[in-house]
T-cell receptor, first 115, second 115 residues
Framework: SAVISQKPSRDICQRGTSLTIQCQVD?????MFWYRQQPGQSLTLIAT?????????ESGFVIDKFPISRPNLTFSTLTVSNMSPEDSSIYLC????????????FGPGTRLTVL | QKEVEQNSGPLSVPEGAIASLNCTYS??????FFWYRQYSGKSPELIMS????GDKEDGRFTAQLNKASQYVSLLIRDSQPSDSATYLC???????????????FGKGTSLLVTP
């Protein structure tokens, strides 16, 4: 499986600021995904990011709040904008396995706390 | 709303016993099913994928799928204290026509294996 890294691993931010989370993969992948895991909850899909096209967002998530970039096949960023304490979560990127399998593998996550 | 349902637990089993984790899903069109293990403070780790009805075995893990009943399960034989974690059931679901398929997660079952 691909090796996925995320930066930062954790951050504490002030209300009203923005944070950009980076996701780097050691191989080229077509499909990248961003998920959120709120405290004590399961994972919720934020958006799907394919290289060369605009990210597609799921219900409850909008581009103005969570802009995503996907400049190439190994990298993506998610920005959490104008943060509030409700944005305190773990943010995870995942990639779909190369080849025919649709297995997904996750990065280590970014733990965000908004004060 | 496409649902993936799991008992939250905690499920407590003694060391050496079989742990049985269950999951039901609502989207009849789903074709891919996954079990992830998540230790506290860590990201989800893929442990099993299953695509066809029946059983699939990998070491101490057996995944079972019944598409007619919309049911998928995970059996862990000879449970070890190191198996204590949250187990997430994930179903590859068509979220919308723009984003394509992505993982829809259940809330997870907490497993505790006692020595």
């Amino acid at each position: 499986s691909a090796v996925i890294s995320q930066k930062p691993s954790r951050d504490i931010c002030q209300r009203g600021t923005s944070l950009t989370i980076q996701c780097q993969v050691d191989s080229q992948v077509t499909m990248m995904f961003w998920y959120r895991q709120q405290p004590g909850q399961s994972l919720t899909l934020i958006a799907t990011a394919n290289q060369g096209s605009e990210a597609t967002y799921e219900s409850g998530f909008v581009i103005d709040k969570f802009p995503i970039s996907r400049p190439n096949l190994t990298f993506s960023t998610l920005t959490v904008s104008n943060m509030s304490p409700e944005d305190s979560s773990i943010y995870l990127c995942s990639v779909e396995s190369a080849g025919l399998s649709d297995e997904q593998f996750f990065g280590p996550g970014t733990r965000l706390t908004v004060l | 709303q496409k649902e993936v349902e799991q008992n939250s637990g905690p499920l407590s089993v003694p060391e050496g016993a079989i742990a049985s984790l269950n999951c039901t899903y609502s989207d009849r069109g789903s074709q891919s099913f996954f079990w992830y293990r998540q230790y506290s403070g860590k990201s989800p780790e893929l442990i099993m994928s299953i695509y066809s009805n029946g059983d699939k075995e990998d070491g101490r893990f057996t995944a079972q799928l019944n598409k007619a009943s919309q049911y998928v399960s995970l059996l862990i034989r000879d449970s070890q204290p190191s198996d204590s974690a949250t187990y997430l059931c994930a179903v590859n679901t068509l979220f919308n026509s723009n984003s394509g398929y992505a993982l829809n997660f259940g809330k997870g079952t907490s497993l505790l294996v006692t020595p």
